[in-house]
């Protein structure tokens, strides 16, 4: 029986969703093309800079000081975020490793929310945090994914229409930049070619508007609003228990590190003697190299788009590429089965996570939690050397990183061991 704040939001889930309409009815036919090449990839790339009540992490407050970056946020002053410069939070990491960061380390902070997780985790280069051990709570994984199907077509529509607004206006700017040219005309090839792209994304903008306007005609404001409050109330409380289930193995793991097993082998021994962490058998896939003394969990998240697929031809087959890589992208609908929580052990198979985006959003948000001022660290977007949109670091009470964006529908914490004599 489901109680408490997951029950009322299933109540209202299920009183929003008794009549679909035309919305959901657009899921299926809704295969306007994406302009190739203008969506950048990576994280998200807005922030959202309202202030929500954070939520406390639980007891697991273990005193690693090389990761006490800041003091916690607020819950109290209701500050659910602060920002820093790319450069501010340099600063603060190489007084707290005590030298200057490397090139390599530079270099992976530059990838934006997944490079801030992969510097806490002692990774670098391109190999992504591993998603081996990822966890999600079933009954939210269940709500999130019933408003989703609502929501997911008018999101995407109304993304179309603000992403096509932007590139009008650049292209509007490319064609001043060119008349304003030494010598040139409206005859002069530059013009021209500038005007042919300003009048295609106007036509093309039109035509997302009224695409827009006949997937929202069956939703009012009011009901939208109401829906995505449920969204984000669906996707804080799965966080928060997926993330009281993911401490409890945690801790348990560390409590098993604390005896000092003498190697690997005694490590999984004791892994496998605990009947909570017996299941968690292929952690042994996972160990950081060194010795067991030197090792401590770590504790991380990804949101992403459930939406995703192997790219087949018209006979079915699989698209594999010259390098013998298959082709995968992205659904305009959700896909929430490909990522089902197991119900027993909320262990979430990965394998199918290609990391492709929403059409027309970001693909994907990497967070790390600190242990010792329960925040999430995580970023805007990668560096992309544009001064009119820096990266930013983030950092982020639960509640505020539990929210995420409408770029995801789907979202996993992940359970991690690291090396922490690295």
């Known amino acids: 029986m489901t109680s408490g704040p997951i029950a009322k939001i299933l109540e209202g889930v ?3 969703t008794s009549g679909l309409g035309r919305a959901t009815r657009h899921i299926a036919h809704n295969e306007y093309e994406s302009r190739a090449g203008r969506l950048s990839t990576g994280t998200h790339g807005l922030v959202d800079t309202d202030h929500t009540h954070g939520i406390s992490g639980r007891g697991f407050e273990r005193n690693r000081s090389r990761y006490n970056l800041t003091p916690p946020l607020d819950p109290a002053r209701a500050v659910g975020q602060r920002r820093y410069s790319k450069d501010e939070f340099i600063t603060m990491w190489e007084a707290k490793i005590g030298r200057k960061m490397t090139s390599d380390e530079l270099e992976t902070l530059d990838k934006g929310c997944v490079g801030v997780t992969m510097l806490h985790l002692g990774l670098t280069g391109r190999r992504h945090p591993s998603t081996a051990l990822a966890f999600a709570d ?9 408003v989703e199907e609502i929501l997911a077509p008018g999101d995407i529509v109304n993304k179309d229409v603000n992403n096509r607004q932007k590139w009008l206006r650049d292209s509007e700017k490319k064609l001043e930049h060119e008349r304003n040219q030494p010598g040139a005309t409206e005859d002069s090839p530059e013009v021209q070619k500038a005007l042919v792209a300003v009048e295609t994304d106007r036509k093309e903008l039109e035509y997302a508007r009224l695409n827009a306007a006949d997937v929202m005609a069956d939703m009012s404001k009011e009901y939208e609003k109401e829906m995505k409050e449920i969204r984000r109330e669906s996707k804080v409380e799965g966080d928060k228990r997926t993330f009281e289930r993911v401490s409890t193995y945690a801790e ?4 098993i590190l604390a005896q000092k097993p003498k190697d690997a082998s005694e490590f999984m021994r004791m892994i496998r003697a605990d009947k909570d962490l017996a299941p968690l058998y292929d952690i042994v896939y996972e160990l950081p190299p060194g010795k067991p003394s030197d090792w401590e969990t770590a504790i991380y998240a990804k949101h992403f788009w459930s939406g995703q697929e192997m790219v087949t031809d018209s006979s079915g087959k699989l698209v594999v590429s010259g390098d013998n890589i298959i082709q995968t992208g992205a659904t305009h609908y959700p896909q929430p089965n490909n990522f089902t929580p197991d119900e027993v052990t909320g262990r979430v198979d990965m394998r199918l996570d290609f990391s492709q985006a929403k059409p027309g959003f970001i693909n994907y948000d990497y967070g790390f939690y600190d242990t010792t001022n329960g925040n999430w660290w995580h970023a805007n977007h990668n560096e ?5 949109d820096p990266m930013r670091i983030l950092q982020s009470t639960s509640e505020k990183f539990f929210s995420g964006y409408s770029d995801f529908d789907s979202s996993v914490i992940c359970l991690g061991l690291v090396n922490k004599s690295r």
Request: cysteine-free.
């Open 138 to 146: 079933p009954v939210s994984h269940r709500a999130v994914a019933r």
């Open 384 to 388: 992309a050397n544009d001064p009119d």
């Open 252 to 255: 348990k793991i560390d409590d």
């Open 14 to 16: 299920a009183r929003l």
